[in-house]
């Protein structure tokens, strides 16, 4: 995609309340259709979100992603993974 990851965009600076709007509620769509679908992406970061010329957003990099009621069918995911320099604190603290 010709805007590349959105990482590298926003490490361009500040964009507009419309944009950051539209790309906040693709972010939520896109979670949203996963979910429903019964899929975790389980690496969510800037880096695996590609940005159009449009603004349209795409998801990538469904590596680690899993069945939302866990491998096991128990209904939770157990496994740590995803990016470290993402982790919430208390996966650090895990």
Known sequence: ?????LFDYLKLGAVSE?????LFLQ?????????????AHR????????????????LT???????TEGRDGSGMLKTMCGTRAYWSPEQHAG
């Open 27 to 39: 972010m939520i769509e896109a979670f949203s259709y996963c979910h429903n679908n019964g899929v």
């Open 18 to 22: 419309g944009i950051a709007k539209r």
């Open 61 to 67: 990099d469904f590596g680690m992603s899993a069945p």
């Open 1 to 5: 995609m010709r805007n590349g990851e």
């Open 43 to 58: 690496d969510m970061k800037p880096e695996n979100v590609l940005v159009s010329d449009d603004f349209s957003l795409k």
